[in-house]
C-alpha cells in the first residue's frame, strides 16, 4: 500500500478558513465521511454540511448532482449550482464523476474534454475560485470462479471494458493537468497508484484495491480515511501555494 499523507495540524487549519463546494454522488458521500471520521478522530472543528445554497461560513459544504448512469447531467447540474450564487461565494469548488457514469460504451475521450471544458468555463467566469479536477472512481475487478471461467474463455472479466473507459478518461485528465498540479487523482489513490491491476487480451487497467471495498464499488472504512485524509490534504496544500 502507497503512503498517503495524513493530515497534519497545518492542513486542517487551512481548510477550517476556506470555503470549500463539493458536487458528487455516492463515493463523494465516502469521501465525506472520512473526513468527518478523521476530523472527530484528530478533534478538529471544519465544518462539514450538506446544502446547494451560496456559502457564508467556512469549510466543506457538498451536495449531490445530476443522475448516476448519466455524467451530462452532472456537469449541467454543477453548473447550474454553481452559477446560482455558489462559486462566487466559494474559494475552492470541485466536481467528480461516479463509477457508474462510464460503460464499455463510454466514449472516453468525449466526456473527458466535457468535463475540462466545463471547469475551464467555470475558472474563467469566477477567477478567484479554485476549481479541482478529480479522476473518476473505479470498481474491483471480477475474481473468484466465474472470473477464472471468463478468462479460460478469453471473455474479459466483470468491470473490465468499464475500467478501460474510466482509465482513458483519467489519463486524459492527469495529462492535462500534468503541469499544474491540481487534479486530485481519487483513481490512483483507489488503485494504489497503478500497482492493482488486470490484464485481458494483452491490455492492462487499473482497478480498486479490495482491501478498500467492502463491495466492490464502494469505499470501506479504512479506504474512506485513508483517501478522505489525503484530499484535506490535497486542498490544503494547492490552497497554501496560491
Known sequence: MQTVPTPSTADWQELERLRVVFGHQSVGYNLVAGIEALRKEQQQSLAITETRMPLTQPGIHHFTIGRNGE????????????????????????????????????????????????????????????FIPVTAP???????????????????????????????????????????????????????????????????????????????????ARGQRLIGGALVHHLATITRQQ
Open 71 to 130: 455524467p451530462l447531467t452532472k456537469l449541467a447540474d454543477f453548473d447550474s449550482v454553481m452559477r446560482s450564487g455558489v462559486a462566487a461565494s466559494a474559494d475552492v469548488a470541485m466536481m467528480k464523476l461516479c463509477f457508474v457514469d462510464f460503460t464499455s460504451d463510454t466514449k472516453a475521450g468525449s466526456l473527458a474534454a466535457a468535463y475540462i471544458a466545463e471547469l475551464e468555463r467555470l475558472s474563467k467566469e469566477f477567477p478567484r475560485t479554485a
Open 138 to 220: 473505479l470498481p474491483r475487478l471480477q475474481s473468484g470462479p466465474k472470473a477464472w471461467v471468463k478468462r479460460i474463455l478469453g471473455r474479459p472479466t466483470g468491470e473490465f471494458a468499464e475500467n478501460a473507459q474510466r482509465q482513458g478518461f483519467n489519463r486524459i485528465l492527469r495529462e492535462h493537468y500534468r503541469d499544474q498540479h491540481i487534479l486530485f487523482d481519487l483513481a490512483a489513490l483507489e488503485s494504489d497508484s497503478g500497482r492493482v491491476e488486470g490484464t485481458f487480451d494483452g491490455k492492462t487497467v487499473e482497478a480498486l484495491n479490495p482491501d478498500l471495498t467492502s463491495d466492490g464499488g464502494h469505499l470501506n
